[in-house]
């Protein structure tokens, strides 16, 4: 079979530049949706545009081979996504009533045939009836079968109909918003490569070199698709721009219509969650696409260049899978004559979540689109002229986007090529924060891996990390033991009794957690304090020996990250920051130092300690077994930090901050002495009846205070006053975000954080909440629940949510004088709210009151 590639047809009122443009405020590498997108955008803000692409507009890669289907915002779980798909689908609309090209608002159906795909579609249309009336659940074979006569539906359990979804044009569509770029100034350059980016001493960017010569500008941005990263930046030591994407080839078949007179444009786009595969019906072409792992191959680079892949030929025997599902979902399919393989491509990201940002001064990314370029190009293109104009975002939190979640390791093409195919076969899947991927493990392990290991524990990755989620009982040698999928979303996971043994030692006993994974820095200088008490909310100018909990808030007020900072001498500190923040932490401070012009030296430790988290009443008694000197609340009170030793091992940080709230020491040991001290902690713990416990304990644990995760509960949009923690701010001093959170304290905030706990929940039957659940108030819907955890003490399901009410604000009387409910996946549960942490019994009840989290 052969490739077919879109016929389309150049409206001779189309009038791309020939003319060499010697300067510009933005450049973009890239005419297909991204960079048009983003042309489009930039030009609207007034920027001097010249976008390069080195084929026509639209008409190669990614967006010329597209079937041209935009999910609607519905799809996603997390609620940035939505927002950005609901930008770019008003975008599409407005240009598709301007400019007549081809958008047919068509709608999906979502089929599923287990349950687990049923509570998606449940949770979908919990999230979809908020902002659209018409989506539809249909629990019915004959009804569905009714709609849709030419489908197999008797094995189907559920149907989702989701209205909002749209078949469109992509290159029409990528034509018209460089028309628009155009007629805001821009210029646009078709079948012009761009060859080099120039940067000067400090690595910042002044010129880009095409093959029709130089053009000036302080700002790249590529957004080649799957050509990301392959432009030339010679001073770079990779020679390129590193993206954490890489391209996979995806398979459709384009056939005839099918023998039936009951499908038309508007019939929906079909997405049969249990086969992987899509179908695309018309009145006259079929589409069927098959997402099955073993077709999707990741393209090889077959020559040294680095713009060339070799890409591969459509393979029937790699689609076999996808056709049999396919055939069993529509047999009709088997009675069209022929059809041809198309073999497409997309560019996929290690979590399945596009990339944009500044990934060094002045180069910009927009790539990885994840299959849903077109869902997601146009919000995207939004929010990257935000932080390209403005420095910031204001559709989003950008942090879910960012360039810098990813680490080096992230970029690395052998990395790549084992992830990315099973990201690309999860193209129509939804993956929750517990989704652990079967590829590319074992990267990243703390010095005492396989202790753990043999310990029983259960391993999830985040940032390439292993880190134990759990500690399975008498666990066999031979065992596999990374977790791979999700929790169950109905009924309790495999690990919950695990867990509940686990914190039960680390509320009554003591627990050891495995915190290697966490980001950690040196940070030393002779400006170091003045550096940190600018950048951080809380005043860190303390004693030696001093540990406090800070945020880094943003010009908003919002949080950069959340971290601890522990002094170790007059001019340095040991910061502690959540594991996916190693980057974005890094950048951050570099950024200011710059800025400020100090003298402070930061250096990136995450990887030279193995961080042991010893949580637990008795984990005083241990600590001084194990150290030889007395650990009493009077010699190490809460918030302290000290260098330790442990028998013969030295130079070992001890910090009395469990991240958890109960009583403990993080230790972090230098890691050529981590098996040393490891294994003399866990002989000594005998005593105290010691049990290894995993992240899923930490999480437990925490909710049950009302701690706040990053990524989760707090990001950029959050501010300390929103989620409870504005006093931890010193607004004696001067820092970065304090007139905004002045503003807030003095105006009052529209949102609050709180924590709910959900009554009448059977662990054993209902579903789950994850996050994503609706919050409703007196039977309106007021927020969202961000994260999600058991609480055993407190024996319910806790949440961390947030209530909103812009038109009026949020104070402690609203919330209080609400009745709530939160819906998890069509079933409504009452709740009750809590503004601040709940007073649980503790066996050690030393904790002064700055320790509570809220107040």
């Known amino acids: 079979m052969f490739v077919i590639k879109r016929a389309f047809r150049i409206d001779s009122s189309r009038c791309f530049s020939t003319k060499y443009t010697s300067s510009a405020d933005v450049v973009i590498c890239g005419g297909g949706i991204s960079g048009a997108s983003l042309a489009y955008h930039l030009a609207k803000r007034g920027k001097k545009v010249c976008l390069f692409e080195k084929e026509a507009v639209g008409c190669g890669g990614a967006t010329s081979l597209s079937a041209g289907l ?47 795909s049923e509570m998606c579609l449940r949770r979908m249309y919990s999230r979809g009836i908020i902002h659209n009336d018409n989506v539809e659940l249909i629990d019915c074979q004959s009804e569905m079968l009714a709609r849709w006569p030419f489908l197999q539906t008797e094995d189907v359990q559920l149907a989702l109909l989701s209205p909002e979804d749209v078949a469109l044009d992509p290159v029409a569509l990528s034509q018209e918003l ?70 996979c080839t995806y398979a459709y078949i384009h056939t005839s219509k099918l023998p039936t007179g009951v499908v038309g444009d508007f019939t929906p786009i079909f997405n049969d969650l249990e086969g992987n595969v899509m179908f695309r019906c018309t009145s006259f072409k079929t589409l069927c696409a098959g997402f099955a792992e073993e077709g999707v191959r990741p393209l090889a680079r077959h020559t040294v260049s680095n713009d060339h892949w070799n890409r591969p030929e459509p393979d029937w025997d790699k689609f076999g899978k996808n056709l049999e599902n396919s055939l069993h979902r529509l047999p009709m399919l088997g009675e069209i004559g022929h059809g041809d393989l ?18 060094s001064q ?87 891996y396989h202790q753990l290991r043999d310990a029983g524990a259960v391993f999830g990755e985040i940032m390439g990390y292993e880190r134990p989620l759990w500690f399975e009982k008498n666990s066999k040698p031979e065992r596999n033991a990374l977790m791979q999928g999700q929790d169950t979303l109905i009924g309790k996971p495999i690990w919950f009794d695990r867990v509940a043994a686990e914190y039960e030692a680390c509320r009554e006993r003591v627990g050891l957690i495995d915190m290697s994974s966490f980001a950690k820095f040196d940070i030393t200088g002779p400006d170091s304090v003045k550096f940190l008490q ?75 300690y193995t961080a042991l988290d010893i949580i637990g009443p008795s984990s005083r008694y241990l600590m001084a077994d194990v150290t030889g000197v007395s650990m009493s609340s009077t010699e190490f009170p809460t918030f302290r930090c000290q260098e330790i030793n442990i028998g013969m091992a030295t130079g070992i940080r001890a910090i009395s901050v469990t991240h958890c709230g109960e009583l403990g020491w993080v230790i972090y040991i230098p890691n050529e002495m981590a098996q040393n001290v490891y294994e003399k902690v866990v002989a000594a713990g005998k005593e105290y009846s010691l049990l290894h416990a995993g992240y899923y304990t930490l999480r437990q644990l925490r909710i049950e205070k009302f701690y706040v995760y990053w990524g989760q509960d707090i990001n950029a949009t959050v501010t300390p006053v929103e989620c409870g923690r504005a006093f931890r701010v010193d607004f004696k001093k001067d820092f970065i975000g304090k007139k ?10 529209s949102k609050r954080f709180v924590q709910i706990l959900i009554d009448k929940h059977d662990k054993e039957t209902d579903p789950w909440p994850q996050g994503g659940e609706t919050l409703y108030r007196d039977g309106r819907a007021v927020g969202l629940t961000t994260s999600a955890a058991y609480g055993f003490t407190l024996g319910s399901q806790v949440c961390i949510a947030y209530v909103e009410n812009k038109e009026f604000g949020v104070s402690n009387d609203y919330i209080n004088r609400g009745t709530y409910e939160v819906d998890i996946a069509g079933k409504r549960f009452s709740v009750r709210v809590n503004l601040h942490s709940p007073s649980l019994p503790m066996i050690s009840s030393e904790h002064p009151l700055h320790y509570r989290p809220t107040q």
Request: proline share 3%.
């Open 534 to 608: 600018y950048l951080c909310s809380a005043n860190v100018d303390q004693p030696i020996g001093t540990t406090v909990y800070t945020g880094m808030q943003h010009e908003n007020g919002g949080y950069v990250t959340d971290c601890t900072l522990s002094r170790l001498s007059e001019d340095s500190f040991f910061m502690v920051a959540p594991t996916i923040q190693q980057e974005r932490c890094m950048t951050w401070m570099k950024k200011w130092a710059a800025k400020m012009e100090v003298n402070v030296h930061v250096q990136d430790v995450t990887g030279a």
């Open 178 to 247: 460089v028309r628009h770029a155009q007629e805001n100034g821009a210029q646009v350059f078709e079948n012009c490569k761009v060859e080099e980016v120039m940067l000067g001493d400090e690595k910042q960017v002044y010129a880009v070199k095409t093959c029709q010569g130089l053009v000036e500008t302080p700002v790249f941005v590529d957004a080649a698709g799957i050509w990301s990263g392959t432009v030339l930046v010679k001073p770079l030591l990779q020679r390129h721009i590193q993206t954490a994407t890489h391209p």
């Open 362 to 448: 002045g180069t910009f990314v927009m790539c990885g689109m994840n299959g849903q370029g077109l869902a997601l190009a146009g919000g995207l293109a939004k929010v990257l002229t935000e932080l390209i104009c403005d420095g910031r975002a204001e559709t989003i939190d950008v942090s879910r986007v960012d360039v810098a979640r990813f680490v080096e390791l992230h970029a690395n093409s052998q990395y790549l090529m084992e992830r990315v195919p099973e990201i690309a076969a999860a193209t129509y899947r939804n993956l929750y924060h517990s989704y652990q991927c079967h590829t590319a493990r074992n990267l990243r392990m703390a010095p005492i």
């Open 70 to 116: 935009v999910s609607a915002p519905i799809f996603w779980q997390d609620a940035s996504m939505q927002a950005i798909a609901e930008e770019s689908h008003k975008l599409y609309a407005a240009l598709a009533e301007e400019n007549k090209f081809r958008y047919v608002k068509c709608g999906r159906a979502y089929l599923a045939s287990s349950m687990s």
């Open 740 to 749: 905004a959170l002045e503003t807030q304290l003095e105006r009052g905030v």
């Open 342 to 359: 198309i073999c497409g491509m997309e560019s996929y990201t290690p979590d399945k979540i596009p990339t944009i940002g500044e990934s």
